[in-house]
């Protein structure tokens, strides 16, 4: 019998990982960097790390991905066999599940031949935790890199789409987060003074240093190396955003790109909340159905939920968890706890 389940989420640019020793119960919550693009050595190196935080002996693990997206593999099948494979060798004396949706939790073999499955499926895991603590509600998962937005009703997850492409088109999924995200994929111009300048579509900036300025980001969200390189700070934020618009930053000008940050701010909330819109539609007319918002940026989900006159949940309210520690909760890594406790449903009670 196990005592715990790991629930591991496997991504482009972090590990996340939660504990849960119940079927709502989380112990413990970490995120760390996982440049898996670089190779998969990045990954091994994180979940070394992150293994050594806890007693595997009685644990069961259970995985997550999104990571097979990354450029580093030709294909999503590759991507999925060869994270699949690492994982294997490094927990080869521990049961290893892997998430596939609909299809439950699957061993590495049947993971292997149904990738399709196990790929980009963490949302689904987040969704179907949901859907078990409530009746009816729009789960808003605002991450670093994208947006999830799924119906849930009568304790039923009601995606119309299961594959990225799909959920792109229904705008079940929008590309945009609160920190690696470019600028240029947020607006096409901004003004800037008393101007309206185009953006340039270079790498120059990203949504974390609109975040940064703004002082919205939580500073154990942000853990990806900056455009340049360089600080996070106001000023090389604000030298960032400043180079996309043409533009060269000095300190007096501070004020006038956090209120470009701002405006770009308001570009990627009407984005996400007309998304929102299209989902809401299928829950019906009632305002009594509440938006849970998960996700490094829940602060976004929290004002989206009072424009649209909803009651906001925190994601992290689903679970039981202590901590007397700021940062990583339940609700910030969601796929992760939520596979975690659907785990130990499954495995454990």
């Known amino acids: 019998m ?28 970490y995120q760390v960097p996982c440049e898996l693009w670089r190779g998969l050595d990045q990954m091994n190196f994180s979940i070394d790390f992150l293994k050594h935080r806890f ?18 593999f030709t294909s999503r099948k590759e991507g999925v066999r060869r994270i699949i494979g690492e994982v294997e060798k490094i927990f080869s ?13 699957l061993g ?10 196990v790929a980009s499926a963490n949302w689904l895991g987040s969704a179907a935790f949901v859907a078990s603590q409530v009746e009816d509600a729009l789960f808003l998962d605002i991450g670093s890199t994208t947006t999830d937005i799924v ?12 594959t990225d492409s799909e959920r792109l088109y229904t705008q079940e999924m929008v590309y945009c987060g609160v920190v690696r995200t470019p600028v240029f994929a947020l607006c096409r111009a901004a003004p800037v003074g008393n101007r309206l300048i185009p953006v340039i ?3 120059f900036s990203n949504a974390a240093d609109l975040y940064n300025l703004t002082g919205e980001l939580p500073s154990w969200a942000d853990m990806c190396r900056t455009p340049d390189n360089r600080g996070a700070d106001d000023g090389s934020c604000a030298a960032r955003l400043a180079r996309t618009f043409g533009y060269d930053s000095v300190p007096e000008d501070l004020t006038m790109w956090r209120e470009v940050a701002e405006y770009i701010r308001e570009q990627q909330i009407q984005t996400i909340i007309n998304a929102c819109r299209k989902r809401l539609s299928r829950l019906g007319p009632s305002l009594e159905i509440p938006i849970i918002g998960g996700g490094a940026g829940r602060f976004l989900v929290k004002e989206i939920a009072q424009r649209l006159n909803r009651q906001y949940v ?9 901590s007397k520690k700021k940062g990583f909760d339940p609700g910030a890594c969601a796929p992760a706890a939520s596979i975690a406790c659907l785990g130990f449903q499954r495995f454990c009670r």
């Open 2 to 29: 196990y005592e715990s389940v790991l629930g591991w989420d496997i991504g482009g640019a972090h590990l996340k990982v939660a504990e849960a020793v119940g079927t709502t119960q989380i112990s413990r919550v």
């Open 55 to 72: 007693d595997v002996s009685k644990a069961l693990i259970a995985i997550t991905m999104t990571g097979e997206m990354v450029d580093g």
């Open 93 to 105: 004396n521990m049961k290893v599940s892997y998430f596939a949706g609909e299809s439950g939790f």
């Open 108 to 117: 590495a073999g049947s993971a292997k031949s149904s990738y399709l499955q």
């Open 151 to 162: 119906a849930v009703k009568n304790n039923r997850v009601m995606n119309e789409g299961r």
């Open 201 to 203: 579509n270079e790498y």
């Open 314 to 322: 925190d994601a992290a309210s689903l679970f039981e968890f202590e």
